[in-house]
């Protein structure tokens, strides 16, 4: 199994987001946050499972919620490093 690294914007595109959907209904942000980590445990067990979408950027969506988790390869090190966690509706440009 890979490795996972969250990379800080990563981390607040999470907490931005489960701040919203908290705003928007009790334990809410907690279910996000639980299928976010149920995918990045599955990235980390098929890290390929995704096809490129751009540069070497490969996107999972998130089962539930309308959300993509994009995320590169470090192969040699055997870690998946996660760069956003966006909206299917936002351009992935940062």
């Keep these: 199994m890979y490795k996972a690294i969250i990379l ?44 490129v979408r751009y540069d070497d950027t490969r996107c999972t969506v998130l089962d539930v919620f309308p959300f993509m988790i994009h995320y590169t390869i470090d192969e040699p090190n055997k870690t998946i490093i996660v760069v956003a966690v966006l909206h299917t509706s936002l351009s992935p440009e940062r």
């Design 8 to 51: 800080p914007l990563a981390k607040l595109d999470i907490a931005e987001a489960t701040s919203w959907y908290n705003s928007k209904q009790k334990d809410l942000g907690k279910r996000f946050i639980k299928e976010v980590r149920t995918k990045v445990l599955f990235i980390r067990e098929n890290p390929k499972a995704s096809a």
